[in-house]
């Protein structure tokens, strides 16, 4: 378990729980039960089989993508800076942040707006029930992050290797979309893709698990994106909802997690639905990270379904927001049904 120096890099509220007796240390770390592991669809980016990509789409909506062309040199930098940084003492991590920067760092909540700000919950609901945290990185405000501003040597590096990581998961996103496009049959003008990939609204979040099994990690959601692209690591954790069934994402090295998001589901008129998942238990002597990729819309980009009253991607976070501040959940699409 956790040592208590390393302990103090997280929230407060978070280090009772690090800090309770354990069994004696075994040497082997103790498998988790795995009965439920499930290798989902794997998609070469560089050989794109449509009919692959649209049955994992249609059947799953997630699957591992291989091939992306991202240096392996890269995604070790961007594993080591993620670790190096959320590694950081707990009040080093808020000095580095701070309210006016345009990256924000957050713990313990489980629905953060794209800007980075973590929604007000009922009182009922405890800020400190999920055992994460994390750092918001619009894409778009990096560059407003001057040399000057990174007092922490980690912070410049971790700007550098964020803004290339950045452009080529960028790539990565309009190669993707265009393909489930395709799939669908959808003729998009490049003003409508542009809309729906917004590079203004495009967020990273580099996200730390503590080695807990016991503790809630992330609760069951959907994302609002219309794709989310993880970076998880070999501990593992992360679930989703097949069939009425949770199953656990078996970690695949050298590839990259696709999941479907709210936005893709309107816009496939519901051929292709938004992936439920949480992340679970994980290892015990393993802190879990995971860097995520949301592609949002722009804000003004214009949704119209057959199944969903029409409406704004802005007018869609503002429900999101307010379904979270009243009942401390995001309700989500139901929401907009045309005939709920």
């Known amino acids: 378990m956790e040592s208590l120096s390393n302990s103090?890099?997280?929230?407060?509220?978070?280090?009772?729980?690090?800090?309770?007796?354990?069994?004696?240390?075994k040497s082997i770390e103790p498998s988790l039960d795995r009965s439920n592991d499930i290798l989902i669809p794997v998609i070469d980016l560089e050989h794109l089989d449509m009919e692959k990509l649209?049955?994992?789409?249609?059947?799953?909506g997630i699957f591992h993508l291989e091939n992306t062309g991202i240096p392996s040199t890269l995604m070790s930098q961007v594993k080591e800076i993620t670790k190096s940084v959320l590694s950081l003492p707990f009040e080093e991590k808020r000095k580095l942040f701070p309210v006016k920067s345009p990256l924000s760092y957050f713990w313990?909540?489980?629905?953060?707006?794209?800007?980075?700000n973590a929604l007000k919950r009922p009182p009922r609901e405890s800020s400190g029930q999920y055992l994460f945290e994390g750092i918001n990185v619009p894409l778009a405000s990096l560059s407003r992050l001057l040399p000057l501003s990174c007092s922490d040597p980690n912070l410049e590096s971790f700007k550098v290797v964020m803004e290339e990581y950045g452009k080529h998961v960028t790539r990565i996103v309009?190669?993707?979309f265009e393909a489930l496009a395709e799939t669908l049959s959808l003729e998009l003008s490049g003003d409508r893709k542009t809309s729906c990939l917004s590079e203004s609204t495009c967020v990273i979040r580099v996200q730390r698990y503590?080695?807990?099994?016991?503790?809630?990690?992330?609760?069951?959601?959907?994302?609002?994106?219309?794709?989310s692209i993880i970076n998880q690591d070999e501990v593992g954790g992360l679930e989703f909802m097949k069939d009425g069934e949770w199953f656990n994402v078996t970690p695949l090295a050298n590839s990259l997690v696709i999941g479907l998001g709210d936005m893709m589901q309107v816009l496939s008129d519901e051929e292709y639905k938004s992936v439920l998942h949480k992340v679970g238990k994980r290892m015990r002597k393993k802190e879990r990270y995971s860097i995520i990729y949301?592609?949002?819309?722009?804000k003004d980009c214009m949704f119209k379904s057959s199944r969903y009253k029409p409406f704004t991607f802005s007018e869609y976070e503002a429900q999101v927001k307010l379904d979270v501040e009243t009942h401390g959940i995001k309700v989500g699409l139901s929401r907009l049904l045309s005939n709920p």
Do not use: Q
């Open 8 to 25: 103090t890099s997280y929230p407060p509220e978070f280090r009772p729980l690090l800090s309770k007796p354990t069994e004696p240390e």
């Open 54 to 60: 649209r049955d994992a789409c249609r059947d799953w």
């Open 108 to 116: 313990g909540t489980n629905t953060v707006t794209p800007s980075g």
């Open 174 to 176: 309009d190669t993707v």
């Open 210 to 227: 503590p080695p807990c099994t016991e503790s809630p990690g992330f609760k069951a959601h959907t994302d609002s994106s219309m794709i």
């Open 294 to 298: 949301f592609v949002f819309p722009d």
